[in-house]
């Protein structure tokens, strides 16, 4: 049975459980079906207010999780990121070079993230003459990689080197082809889902359950709260549909570096408590959210995919989402509504529509979960895809 190890630097923990929760997800379903062990390097921090990460350095080097083991070595991050973004490369891979005679021996390494893990999983494979994967999940490809010459490059190396590309949207798929991806090496595997976990249940249970007035109509936002996740569009929208439909009401679950800008814009209506901010959730806290919403937005500038869409739509819970990236793959006229991107006016519409009819809200919720059921989008049908890549390897 092949052996593979996967390195993220975005992995949960009990300190920041929604750091690389997709990636966590993916290797639970995968370790049920073929040894495996997790490097998730973390940085060197500062005991400082606000130095990012700063309670990783609390974490245990190594310790067993949820059946593998967990190696978190240490590597020099710095900061302010935009200018020494181009050395956490190699930082990381002189750090993980060094870490390798800790690790067993591996046939797959599986780079969640082009950069800097990819970067990293190449020197590791130099060490271990392991297959290399590298995973593209939409931020890297899509944003990043459009800042500059130079961040093209970082990006674009470690897919263009590894024997395999994982995307998992058709969209994604054209980016790391425009990138420079060979064709023959880019496999689709969508994302999956815990249907246990994001399933239907009573709407106004969960409302009442989470403090939610019962009587209003909820409409959540679940993400970073970032500019391409489009939440400030979200924000200049909100006033307008509170105005046309004082029966709406808002969730924002997340956190991220418009949080600030988004309290003292929002401030009236976090009094009159129209709209609730929570912070960063664990997932079985944005579970319940998603199950008590009648509506979930994704105003997103560039989106992957989007799993977020996913978990509503598995959670009987309707979408209106932007028409960017894979999103368009995910969406149906039965369970939402796509709108035009970077327009408060296009959310404000597509919003209005779907909240018109508790009714149709009813019968698309049913349908969005009839679409996962039916497209077998589990992160069990993800990990078996992924192993069948890594035994073809």
């Known amino acids: 049975m092949l052996r593979a190890l996967q390195i993220s630097q975005q992995f949960p923990s009990e300190l920041y459980p929604a750091l690389g929760v997709m990636v966590q997800h993916a290797v639970r379903a995968l370790a049920a079906l073929t040894p495996l062990e997790v490097l998730a390097p973390r940085p060197y921090t ?28 240490h590597y020099v991050y710095l900061v302010p990121k935009p200018i020494f973004y181009p050395w956490a490369g190699p930082a990381l891979s002189h750090a993980l070079a060094r870490y390798a005679p800790r690790l067993q021996r591996p046939d797959i390494l599986h780079a969640h993230w082009a950069y800097p893990d990819g970067w990293a999983a190449l020197a590791l494979r130099k060490h271990f003459g392991a297959k290399l994967v590298v995973h593209a999940r939409g931020t890297l490809e899509r944003v990043i990689a ?13 897919l263009c080197a590894a024997d395999a590309v994982i995307a998992n949207s058709d ?32 709407k106004l249970a ?17 993400g970073n709260l970032r500019h391409v996740k489009g939440v400030d569009l979200l924000a200049d929208a909100i006033p307008k549909l509170l105005a046309r439909r004082p029966e709406c009401s808002f969730v924002l ?17 976090l009094a009159k408590r129209s709209v609730r901010m929570t912070g960063p959730l664990p997932q079985a806290r944005v579970a319940r959210y998603m199950a008590a919403a009648d509506v979930l937005v994704v105003p997103s500038r560039s989106e992957a995919r989007g799993n977020v869409i996913l978990e509503a739509l598995a959670s009987q819970t309707p979408v209106a989402a932007a028409a960017v990236g894979g999103i368009p793959e995910l969406m149906r006229p039965e369970h939402g509504r796509l709108f035009a991107p970077n327009s408060a006016e296009a959310i404000v519409e597509a919003l209005l529509e779907l909240c018109r009819d508790q009714l149709q ?33």
């Open 146 to 158: 459009r800042q500059s010459q130079r961040f093209r490059e970082l990006v674009a190396r470690p």
């Open 253 to 269: 679950v997340g956190g991220g570096e418009l949080e600030r800008e988004l309290r003292s814009g929002l401030a009236p209506q």
């Open 361 to 393: 809200l009813a019968h698309m919720g049913a349908a969005g979960r009839q679409f996962v059921l039916e497209g077998n989008m589990t992160w069990h049908a993800h990990a078996a895809h992924t192993l069948a890549l890594y035994r073809a390897l």
């Open 206 to 222: 969960a409302k009442r359950e989470l403090d939610l007035d019962e009587r209003q109509q909820w409409i959540l936002f679940c």
């Open 46 to 73: 500062l005991p400082l207010p606000g130095f990012p990460y700063g309670g990783l350095a609390r974490l245990p080097t190594r310790r067993q999780e949820a059946g593998y083991l967990v190696h978190r070595p």
């Open 171 to 202: 969209a994604l798929r054209d980016d790391c082809l425009a990138l420079g991806v060979d064709a023959e090496r880019v496999h689709v595997i969508p994302n999956g889902v815990d249907l246990e976990l994001f399933a239907p249940t009573d």
